[in-house]
């Protein structure tokens, strides 16, 4: 199991939905299938568009964070002399932020955006702005203390 990287995806996406339904019932967690900021140019040609559903979708009163877990040995790459986020989480991440703020609109417009991929090795905690929405990629070091993993799960969407 330990060693089936897609179980593990599933089960570290499971825990930190899970975490967040538990820790912030004040918050509303779950997916979101998100629609397209598409126009089909003929009839039919949207069903060829993929699914688009988020990991995680918390929605507060006042803010929305959609976050796309992950689970890889290493949250960076090696891409000529400096580690580089993955290019497709990044693409990912900014797909839905895009596409919900043109087809929702409202709370969707300023939703945050968190790529989270458990610790392996250096700590990871970067935030910049893509197209006015705030995109975080953070670490959570699964082999810490449950204190510390709890402290920093909440700190994530403070």
């Known amino acids: 199991f330990l060693h089936d990287e897609v179980r593990m995806r599933m089960l570290f996406q499971r825990f930190v939905r899970k975490f967040y339904t538990r820790e912030r ?5 779950g997916a979101d299938r998100l629609e397209w900021a598409a126009v ?3 009839p039919g040609d949207e069903a060829v568009l993929p699914v688009m ?8 009163k006042n803010q929305i964070w959609i976050i796309d ?7 960076l790459r090696i891409r000529t002399s400096a580690p580089k986020l993955i290019s497709e989480n990044l693409y990912q991440i900014y797909a839905y932020l895009k596409n ?3 087809t929702r609109g409202g709370l969707y417009s300023m939703a945050e955006g968190i790529l989270l991929y458990p610790q392996n090795g250096a700590v990871l905690d970067a935030a910049f702005r893509i197209s006015g929405h705030r995109v975080r990629a953070c670490t959570v070091d699964l082999g810490a203390d449950w204190r510390e993993i709890h402290r920093r799960l909440l700190e994530i969407i403070a």
Do not use: N, W
Not at 53 to 60: A, L, P, Q, W
Not at 69 to 75: M, R, S
């Open 69 to 75: 877990t992950k689970y890889y040995a290493d949250a």
């Open 40 to 42: 089909p140019e003929r």
């Open 100 to 102: 919900a703020a043109e």
């Open 53 to 60: 559903e988020t990991d995680i979708t918390i929605s507060g």
């Open 25 to 29: 019932p004040d918050l509303k967690v």
